[in-house]
C-alpha cells in the first residue's frame, strides 16, 4: 500500500508542473492588456511603463513564469490589478464558499444518484428503472444556469421560502446556522442535478452488472438473504462510485462559474467571473491555479480511498 501511495504522488507531481505550465500558458495567450483597467484613458507611456514594471510584465515570459511558480510555492500569488490586495487570501475565500457548496451539492447527487441507481438496477425495465432513468437523463441534459434561475423565480419571487442571492444574510464571515445555510440550499440543489444524473446512471449500470454475475445466483443458492446480497452489491459497486463521486466534486470546484453567478455567491466562480472581465491576471492565475490542485490532489484522495475499498486496485 506504501508503494502503491508512493507511485500515485510520484505520478501527481509532474501532472501540477504541467498544470502550472498551462495555467500560465493560458492566461498570457488570451488578447488585451491586463493594465487597461487601472489605466486611465490619458495615461503617458510613462505610467504605462511604471506599471509594467510593478507587475513584472516587463520581463520576459520564462522569466514570469519563473517568478510565479516560485512566489506561489511560498504563498504568494501576487497581487490583483483590480484591487490591489493580495491575491492568496481573496481565492482562499473564494475557495472556502465554493468548497461548502460543492460538498453539500456532491453529497445530494450521491444521495439521489446511488438511490435512484439501485432502484433502476434492481428493478430493470419495470417502472420504477424507468422513472429512475428518466429523472437522471433529465440531470444531465437540463441546462443548471437555467435550472437555477427557475428555482429563484419558484422558490424566492413567488413562494418566498428561501433567499434567492449572495452567501450571508451580512455578507460577513460565514456561521454554520440556518440564517446563512439557507442561503446554500438553492445553488447547491441546482448544481447537484448533473452529478445526481451521472451518478444514478453509473450506479444503474454497476448494479445491473453485479446481479447478472454468477457469483450473485450462487449466493441465492446458498440461501443467502436479500439483505446479504444487497451488501454484496454495495461493496462492489463502492469503489467505481466513489471514484465518479470524487470526479464530479472537481468539476463543481472548478465548473460553478454559472452557478455561483446566477445566485452571486461569493465563490471561485464568482470570483473567476470578475477576474475574466476586469482582465485581471494575476488574480485569474491564482484561481485558476488553486483549483486545478485541488483537483488533481482530490483525484489523488479517491485513487487511494478506492485502494483502500478494493486492494486488488493495488496489486493491478
Known amino acids: 500500500m506504501l508503494a502503491y501511495l508512493l507511485r500515485r504522488i510520484g505520478y501527481a507531481l509532474p501532472i501540477m508542473a504541467g498544470v502550472a505550465l498551462v495555467c500560465f500558458a493560458l492566461v498570457h495567450l488570451a488578447p488585451g492588456d491586463p493594465l487597461v483597467s487601472i489605466l486611465p484613458p490619458d495615461a503617458s507611456a510613462e505610467l504605462a511603463a511604471q506599471l509594467k514594471v510593478l507587475y513584472g510584465f516587463d520581463r520576459s515570459l520564462p522569466e514570469q513564469f519563473a517568478r510565479w511558480v516560485w512566489r506561489a510555492l511560498h504563498g504568494d500569488l501576487g497581487q490583483s490589478i483590480a484591487s490591489g490586495r493580495p491575491v492568496t487570501p481573496e481565492v482562499l475565500t473564494a475557495v472556502g464558499h465554493t468548497l461548502r457548496l460543492a460538498v453539500l451539492a456532491t453529497l445530494i447527487g450521491f444521495v439521489l444518484g446511488s438511490l435512484f441507481g439501485f432502484v433502476g438496477g434492481y428493478f430493470q425495465r419495470a417502472w420504477p428503472d424507468r422513472l429512475a432513468s428518466m429523472l437522471a437523463v433529465l440531470g444531465v441534459s437540463v441546462p443548471h444556469y437555467w435550472l437555477g434561475m427557475v428555482m429563484v423565480i419558484v422558490f ?3 413562494l418566498g421560502w ?3 442571492t449572495g452567501g ?3 455578507g460577513g464571515a460565514w ?6 445555510f439557507q442561503y446554500m440550499l438553492l445553488p447547491a440543489i441546482t448544481m447537484s442535478v448533473i452529478p445526481m444524473g451521472i451518478i444514478a446512471r453509473t450506479v444503474r449500470a454497476l448494479v445491473a452488472e453485479i446481479l447478472a454475475q454468477e457469483y450473485i445466483v ?6 443467502l438473504t436479500d439483505l446479504g446480497i444487497f451488501l454484496h452489491v454495495v461493496k462492489n459497486a463502492a469503489p467505481t462510485a466513489l471514484a465518479v463521486m470524487g470526479l464530479q466534486l472537481g468539476y463543481l470546484l472548478g465548473g460553478s462559474i454559472l452557478i455561483e453567478t446566477v445566485f452571486a455567491w461569493p465563490g471561485t466562480g464568482f470570483l473567476l467571473n470578475s ?6 491576471l494575476p488574480l485569474l492565475q491564482g484561481t485558476i491555479l488553486v483549483l486545478a490542485m485541488f483537483f488533481v490532489v482530490l483525484n489523488l484522495l479517491v485513487d487511494v480511498l478506492q485502494t483502500l475499498l478494493d ?3 493495488a496489486r493491478s
Open 156 to 158: 424566492s419571487a413567488i
Open 162 to 164: 428561501l433567499p434567492a
Open 168 to 170: 450571508g444574510p451580512d
Open 175 to 180: 456561521a454554520w446556522d440556518w440564517n446563512h
Open 218 to 223: 450462487g449466493l441465492r443458492a446458498k440461501g
Open 275 to 280: 477576474a475574466i472581465f476586469q482582465r485581471d
Open 311 to 313: 486492494p486488488r486496485i
